[in-house]
């Protein structure tokens, strides 16, 4: 009895952590993302022998998630890999989306192939200035490296969050 009360708690405690809710949750594709697989939510993926549950983006997307709560100076903070080490190496930028305006606030390349240090969790913290700003949004598009060669490009992010004050 005792091990089948453990089992259930180790495989509700498994679900649990799978399905936790974070601000990656948010995003939706409003480009590319040309197969089901291009967009993959609650992933595991390891780098280095650090696994993080992720949000894997697969070249060329775009996703955007809404800023409906925050103001204020804000940190978007992630941690972001590419999960393979071959290719010409993948592109994120980041853009801060209101009404019509789209302004590129972040841009880093990731060649995991060539560079040891993109085969591991890289930290990331962007600043978002929402101050008077309503309809705000995130937005994330990666891309092929500068050869154009999509093999592989694919990005994980994890620990997506938002720091700073909430109103509401």
């Given at each position: 009895m005792i091990c089948v009360l453990g089992y259930l708690l180790l495989v509700i405690g498994c679900d649990s952590a799978r399905s936790s809710?974070?601000?990656?949750?948010?995003?939706?594709?409003?480009a590319g993302g040309g197969t089901h697989d291009s967009f993959q939510?609650?992933?595991?993926v390891v780098r280095n022998g650090r696994q993080e549950d992720a949000t894997i983006l697969v070249a060329p997307i775009t996703v955007r998630a809404n800023l409906a709560g925050y103001h204020g100076a804000l940190r978007l903070s992630l941690l972001a890999t590419p999960v393979f080490n071959i290719g010409d190496g993948i592109q994120m930028d980041v853009f801060l989306v209101n009404g019509s305006n789209r302004n590129r606030i972040c841009s880093r390349y990731f060649d995991?192939?060539?560079?040891?240090?993109d085969r591991q969790w890289i930290a990331m913290d962007v600043p978002?200035?929402?101050?008077?700003?309503?309809?705000?949004?995130v937005e994330v598009q990666v891309s092929g490296g500068p050869q154009g060669d999509l093999v592989a490009d694919w990005l994980a992010l994890a620990e997506v969050r938002i720091d700073g004050r909430r109103s509401g």
């Amino acid at each position: 009895m005792i091990c089948v009360l453990g089992y259930l708690l180790l495989v509700i405690g498994c679900d649990s952590a799978r399905s936790s809710r974070t601000f990656a949750d948010r995003f939706a594709v409003v480009a590319g993302g040309g197969t089901h697989d291009s967009f993959q939510q609650h992933t595991p993926v390891v780098r280095n022998g650090r696994q993080e549950d992720a949000t894997i983006l697969v070249a060329p997307i775009t996703v955007r998630a809404n800023l409906a709560g925050y103001h204020g100076a804000l940190r978007l903070s992630l941690l972001a890999t590419p999960v393979f080490n071959i290719g010409d190496g993948i592109q994120m930028d980041v853009f801060l989306v209101n009404g019509s305006n789209r302004n590129r606030i972040c841009s880093r390349y990731f060649d995991a192939g060539r560079n040891a240090a993109d085969r591991q969790w890289i930290a990331m913290d962007v600043p978002l200035d929402l101050w008077n700003r309503q309809d705000s949004q995130v937005e994330v598009q990666v891309s092929g490296g500068p050869q154009g060669d999509l093999v592989a490009d694919w990005l994980a992010l994890a620990e997506v969050r938002i720091d700073g004050r909430r109103s509401g």
